[in-house]
């Protein structure tokens, strides 16, 4: 059965082209092919792609962007707050802005001296790099599920925005069948993704619409809801009053992982191991171990126009943010070091979140604590490892610290990427070695979409592989310096077979290992977030925002639904609006919500 495109194109799967363009830059289009050294295909090679390209990036020149402005701010520390947040990453910033929104009392403490955590951005001789990877998911103009445009308009503020014309290019280890590697796009236009893959493997050709449709009811379904706490029983109920499918369609998919939905569809072992990789390059875990929801969200709103670069880089997200929850009336503390969340009342009696205490002495205290930083990092280092609740105990044998990352942030000549459309790339060599540490090689060209955030004549490329922070540990610092560089150079050999002439083209270049995440982000063994220890009952397991403790609260990717920056600000909504309601500042049934965290808890617990 061929693919039918206009079967498969619907209104809500593509919204109009320009709507999504960039809101003050040039819709310039160039229609040349990936310049990269791309093997040829052997299984069908796909049609022109230049033909099938109806988005291009603005990969001309930009305006400047302008310049970062990170006002400090400090806050009196005689008031009691509604909220005191610890930690300034994209959950924290999403928490806040909502709460000032609904004018309370807030202040944010954050360690580093910039907004945005792991989203934020740092500058070095001209350059400006992104810390985490440069893919933005959650960023278009249309449905409910655009949380970071939304989160941003909720405190007045608005980004431009380059549209990627591809998510991601995968250049895939070579087998029988592909004897010079699997090359696949995933083009913006979900038809032209859809035949790509097609091509490829034509004996799937039903399976694949299958599998990514079945994506769709998921996304489609979450697309028409007002997002917010799944754990506040009014809200819940009122959402499936007004979207009684939609929200029968996402409880039918809660305890489901993509793997077993991608089984049921498709039977070539080649086609599920790029299921897999699907789902790793922002799980970092098998498909088998992700939850289908979460691929729903993903593998759709990439054709809905959600990712989309944001003009002066990722960090742009997190400043607008921290200058909208001040101008809202909110704080925001730099170089504040929370040492201790502050717990009040009796081990076996009830406990409460009073307060926090920095480094420095200070003390802010709350009617509620939410923390951003990781549950080990929260529990373990800010209240103590003796004082673990159930709850919290029952989540360290269900979920593990997910490995960090060794970056290399380059600074290279243009003219070794000319004609280069695609910002992101993933290479593999080996699919035995898909879930070991430096096995999948993530690769960001931001400046492909964005040229300002290099010098003129120049393009960034930030290459970054899973690691663990034990390859780092015990070296005297001429060892890790060596170690450092022995392995970045490791890196640049392997980007050679995409980027030829790429080392000889480099001009800047730093290195940062799973310690450096570690130290800058605060994230206990750097960890990128958790991952299931065992299989999961796909969204069941994992914790929503509140906590054993009262008054505390967690937000961030060791929150449902995990990792990813459109993740965690949805669990900064859900997380707002849970504190609104315990504050008296949002409308409950108080009987109702009481049985129903009952409830929440009891089936997690059983998950
Ligand atoms: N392209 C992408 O998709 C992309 C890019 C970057 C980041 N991310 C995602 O962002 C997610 C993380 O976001 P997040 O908001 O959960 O966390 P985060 O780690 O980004 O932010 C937590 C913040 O808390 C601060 N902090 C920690 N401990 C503190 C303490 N004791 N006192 C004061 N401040 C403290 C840190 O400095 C940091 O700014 C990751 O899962 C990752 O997927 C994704
Ligand atoms: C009863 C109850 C509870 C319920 C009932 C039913 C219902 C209503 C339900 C509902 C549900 C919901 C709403 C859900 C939601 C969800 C969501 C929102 C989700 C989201 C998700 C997202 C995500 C996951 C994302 C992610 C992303 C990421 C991670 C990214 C990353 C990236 C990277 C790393 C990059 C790569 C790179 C290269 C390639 C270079």
Redesign the pocket.
């Known amino acids: 059965m061929q693919l039918n495109r206009n079967v498969v194109q619907t209104a809500s799967r593509a919204p109009a082209a320009h709507s999504v363009l960039p809101l003050s830059l040039p819709s310039a289009c160039t229609n040349g092919r990936r310049s990269l050294a791309a093997p040829a295909q052997t299984a069908g090679d796909a049609a022109p792609r230049a033909q099938r390209r109806s988005i291009r990036a603005a990969a001309t020149k930009t305006p400047y962007p302008p310049p970062s402005r990170v006002i400090p701010t400090e806050a009196p520390t005689d008031v009691e707050y509604d909220a005191v947040i610890v930690g300034g990453g994209m959950g924290g910033l999403a928490t806040a802005a909502r709460l000032v929104a609904k004018g309370a009392k807030v202040v944010v403490l954050e360690k580093y001296l910039l907004p945005g955590g792991s989203a934020a951005h740092f500058k070095r001789e001209g350059y400006t790099f992104d810390v985490g990877?440069s893919?933005m998911?959650g960023m278009g103009q249309e449905g409910t599920?655009n949380l970071i445009t939304k989160c941003l308009e909720t405190v007045g503020r608005k980004i431009p925005t380059v549209p990627d014309p591809t998510q991601?290019v995968y250049h895939l280890p070579k087998s029988d069948r592909f004897p010079k590697g699997l090359e696949v796009a995933v083009w913006r236009q979900y038809e032209e993704f859809l035949e790509e893959l097609a091509q490829r493997f034509p004996a799937e050709r039903e399976g694949i619409k299958k599998f990514y449709d079945e994506c769709w009811r998921i996304f489609d379904s979450?697309n028409v809801?007002e997002?917010k706490s799944?754990e506040e029983p009014r809200y819940?109920l009122g959402?499936f009053a007004k979207q009684p499918a939609a929200?029968l369609t996402?409880?039918s998919f809660?305890a489901t992982n993509t793997g077993d939905v991608a089984r049921r569809h498709i039977k070539d072992p080649e086609l599920l191991r790029f299921i897999d990789i699907e789902c790793f390059?922002?799980?970092t875990v098998s498909a088998d171990l992700t939850p289908m929801?979460?691929a729903g969200?993903?593998f759709c709103d990439r054709h809905y126009g959600g990712i989309n670069y944001p003009v002066g880089g990722v960090g742009r997200i997190g400043e607008e943010l921290a200058e909208g929850i001040v101008e809202y009336g909110g704080h925001i503390v730099y170089k504040a070091n929370v040492k201790e969340i502050i717990v009040e009342g009796p081990m076996d009696g009830e406990r409460r979140a009073v307060g926090v205490r920095l480094a420095d002495g200070r003390v802010f205290r709350g009617k509620t604590v939410v923390s951003n930083a990781t549950r080990w990092d929260t529990f373990e280092n800010m209240i103590g490892p003796d004082k673990l609740p159930e709850s919290e105990q029952l989540f360290r044998k269900r979920f593990k610290k997910s490995p960090s990352f060794f970056s290399l942030h380059m600074g290279v000549k243009a003219e070794v990427l000319q004609g280069q459309a695609d910002c992101?790339?993933?290479l593999l060599e080996d699919w035995g070695k898909m879930e070991a540490a430096r096995g999948v090689l993530?690769?960001?060209i931001p400046t492909v979409l964005d040229p300002s955030l290099a010098p003129p004549g120049h393009h960034i490329v930030h290459a970054f592989t899973p690691d663990w922070i034990d390859n780092w540990k015990d070296l005297s610092p001429a060892e890790y310096e060596a170690a450092k560089e022995q392995l970045a150079d490791q890196l640049c050999e392997r980007l050679e077979a995409i980027i030829p002439g790429l080392r000889a083209a480099t001009t800047f270049r730093e290195v940062g290992t799973p310690r450096t995440h570690r130290r800058y982000l605060s994230r206990e063994d750097g960890t990128y977030g958790p991952i299931p220890s065992r299989r999961p009952l796909g969204m069941l397991s994992m914790p929503f925002n509140s906590t054993d403790i009262r008054g505390l609260y967690c937000v961030g990717d060791s929150s449902f639904?995990?990792?990813?920056?459109?993740?965690v600000v949805?669990s900064g909504f859900g997380c707002a609006h849970r504190v609104l309601a315990d504050l008296g500042k949002e409308p409950t049934w108080p009987l109702l919500d009481s049985a129903f965290g009952k409830l929440?808890s009891t089936v997690r617990n059983a998950a």
Do not use: K, R, Y
């Open positions: 990877s893919m998911f599920t991601v979450l809801l997002l799944l819940l959402e929200c996402l409880a809660l390059i922002w799980s929801i979460n969200m993903v992101h790339h993933i993530f690769v960001s639904p995990g990792q990813g920056v459109n993740a949805f929440l």
